[in-house]
């Protein structure tokens, strides 16, 4: 089987300033080299593919969360725990000058998630069951699933 190409994907706060967006992934791109170095599908992101994306996590209120109980956590939040709670490796980035606040999240992502010329979406009605297109073209992967439904809609940082 072919390799299937990759991306790196972050969230990154929507109220910093675009230097600073980089800046954070650049961040969180380190943490998950330190957590993830190890790995094939890292190696083969480093050697092959390379490919940052950046996309607007929305809010972030780690600090207040772990200092105020009553605060609700932000969408960048949000994220990181619904990441956690889907298993998907990642990285967090809280940055010290912000009061540590989380300002980047970061995973791969395989082809499957983004080609949707070669990886199309589930159509309801289709003569292909929804079981039938999870098995054949996303290869019962349900991580990618999720992911795929996580970035949808998203927009650029």
Known sequence: ????????????PYNISEIQKGIQAGHAALEYASL??????????????????????????????????????GSLDEISFLLNENYIPHSKFYEPDLGYCLTAVCFLADESV?????????????????????????KNNDKNIFIRTLLEGKRLA
């Open 1 to 12: 089987m072919d390799r299937l190409q990759q991306r790196m994907y972050f969230f990154v």
């Open 36 to 73: 993830y170095g190890h790995l094939q599908s890292y190696k083969d992101f480093i050697k092959h593919d390379k490919t940052w994306i950046i996309l607007n996590g929305g809010t972030t209120r780690s600090y207040a969360l772990a200092t105020d109980f009553n605060t609700s956590p």
């Open 114 to 138: 983004w080609d949707k010329e070669n990886y199309p979406d589930y159509v309801e009605n289709d003569v292909t069951s929804y079981y039938q297109w999870k098995k054949i073209v996303m």
